[in-house]
Each structure stands twice: as structure tokens, then as C-alpha cells.
């Protein structure tokens, strides 16, 4: 079990623990909540994000491959 699984399963317990905890014990566990939800995100492997012209090379060849789409609306005689 490898440091991010044990985070996410600390995530659920902590989530039903703030439930059922007394009024006076929710902030420490809210505390811990955000530091355990903090260390799952930095653990957590990011996309890899290309450029912005990477991007719009990719939307171009999106829409050359796509068909086209029918604008529909009703053409007007004239």
C-alpha cells in the first residue's frame, strides 16, 4: 500500500469521524481533514500540460477530423 493509498483511506475516516464528533473536537479534525486533503493533492501525478499553442494545434486537428455540425437553425428563404 504505497503513501497516497493510505491518505485517501485517512480521508474517508476522517470524513466520518467530523460526523460523529462532539461540537468541541471538529476543529482539530477539520484541521487534519485539510492538511490530509493537501498532502493527497501534492502526491497526486499531474497531467502533463503542454503550451498554449500545443492546444490550439490540438483543438485544429479536432476539428478538421470531426464532421461537420449542422448550425440548426432554419435557413431563411432569399
Known sequence: ???LDDLTKLRGQLADWMEEAPADRRAALVAQYRAT???IDELT???AVGDSIDEIAQRRAA???APAKSSG???LPG
Open 1 to 3: 500500500m504505497t503513501r
Open 37 to 39: 486533503l493537501a498532502e
Open 45 to 47: 501525478p499531474k497531467e
Open 63 to 65: 476539428r478538421r477530423s
Open 73 to 75: 437553425r432554419a435557413k
